[in-house]
Structure formats: C-alpha cells, structure tokens
C-alpha cells in the first residue's frame, strides 16, 4: 500500500498538474473511439501497451478476456460492451489475449481449478476454445498447445461479442471493426488477426495500408 500511496502523492503533486488540461476537457464527457478487453492479469497494462492517454480507450477487463455470449451472464460484461458501442459509439472493439495467461492454463487443466469453483464457472463461457483446440491441435507440446489455446481464445470470444445486439448493428451498417490481437509478455511483440491468411501476424510488420484494408473486411464478415 506504501508504494501505491506514493505514487497518488507523486500524481497529484506532478502528473495531474501537467495535464489539468486534459482532466479539465475529461470532466466534461469522454468520447473514447476504442473498446479495449483484454485479461485482468497485473503484467497487462493497455494504457502502456498502446501508448494512450486517460480518455483514449474504453476498457473491459476479466480473467481470460472472455465475452459471454449475449444473454448467457448476468455480469458487467454485456452492460459495458452495450454502453461502449450505443452511448458512446466505439469505432473499434480490440479483444486481445495474452502469453502465460492463467485462465487458459486453467482452461487446458481444469484440475487446477478444483480449489477455485468460481474460476471454473467462468471459464465455461470459453468451452468453444477448449473443444476447438482439442479436438484440431492433438499432435503439439504443451507451449504450443498454450500458445494455440490463448489464439483460439481471442476468436472464440471475438464470434460471442458478435451475437451482442448493439455490435451486430453497427458491424451491418460497417460503422464498427473488431480486431484480435495477442501481446506477448516476455517480448512487447502484438500480434493481430490477419482474416485474409487465417493466422495472427506481427501487428508493426503490417503496413498502416494494409492495416485499413484488412480491418473493413473484418468489419464486412
């Protein structure tokens, strides 16, 4: 707690003054352009990973990342993908999943879960995952099973947040893209679906051309 109340003293005293402006511009509304969801594990941080300030991003966060389908919870999940897309009007939904994540550790070894039935609970709205990689990727070692699950995941829950009705709207009319990343921890690298190749590619290799192009065909399936 000591380090915590440290740092509120040194953002008050010098953070805070060095952009009153913004926080004066922030207490009059947000207008964010990006629903961020992404997994509750401390090592992630979007603000950091993508360089934004307070009022960029919009952010979703549990353990695995995890969209349950539309209706199937009664948790924040759906009320906060509702209130990004219709209130606010998000231009992009990011899902992005994360190396050495321990929900879908726990997903591949539900024995693990034993001591956590709540934890267990929540990860049967990644069933999708679990049986896709189980019954597609039988012949990998266990990080690459790891690396697949953690990949299959961020399209599972990508198809769940489609069935939410304020996105399927707004995907219709092309007013909404969703992209699909995975960041790797140990190295900084993000990884995005590529639809047209079928595969997650290194996100600063992609061209900001080819980034436009392939995100209206995301938008468009």
């Known amino acids: 707690m000591l380090k915590l109340i440290k740092g509120l003293q040194q953002f008050q005293s010098e953070v805070f003054h060095s952009h009153k402006e913004l926080f004066e511009k922030l207490a009059k509304g947000q207008n964010p352009e990006i629903l961020f969801i992404t997994c509750s594990d401390s090592r992630i941080n979007p603000n950091m990973l993508t360089q934004t300030e307070p009022g960029d991003l919009f952010i979703l966060r549990n353990a695995g990342n995890i969209i349950p389908p539309y209706g199937a919870a009664n948790g924040g999940e759906g009320a906060t ?6 209130a606010l009007g998000v231009k992009h939904i990011i899902v992005c999943g994360h190396s050495h994540c321990g929900a879908m550790k726990g997903l591949l070894h539900p024995e693990l879960l034993s001591e956590l039935p709540s934890v267990s609970s929540w990860l049967n709205h990644a069933e999708s995952t679990r049986r896709t990689v189980k019954e597609n990727y039988k012949d990998l070692n266990d990080d690459q099973l790891m690396n697949i699950t953690i990949q299959e995941n961020v399209l599972s829950q990508i198809d769940n947040l489609k069935t939410h009705p304020a996105v399927a709207a707004r995907l219709s009319r092309g007013e909404i893209t969703i992209h699909g990343w995975v960041y790797k921890i140990e190295t900084g690298d993000v990884f995005s679906y590529q639809q047209s190749e079928g595969q997650f590619s290194p996100l600063v290799d992609i061209p900001q ?8 065909l995301t938008a468009t399936s």
Do not use: F, L, P
């Open 209 to 216: 051309t080819e980034v436009r192009r392939r995100a209206k």
């Open 81 to 86: 993908i509702e209130y990004a897309v219709a």
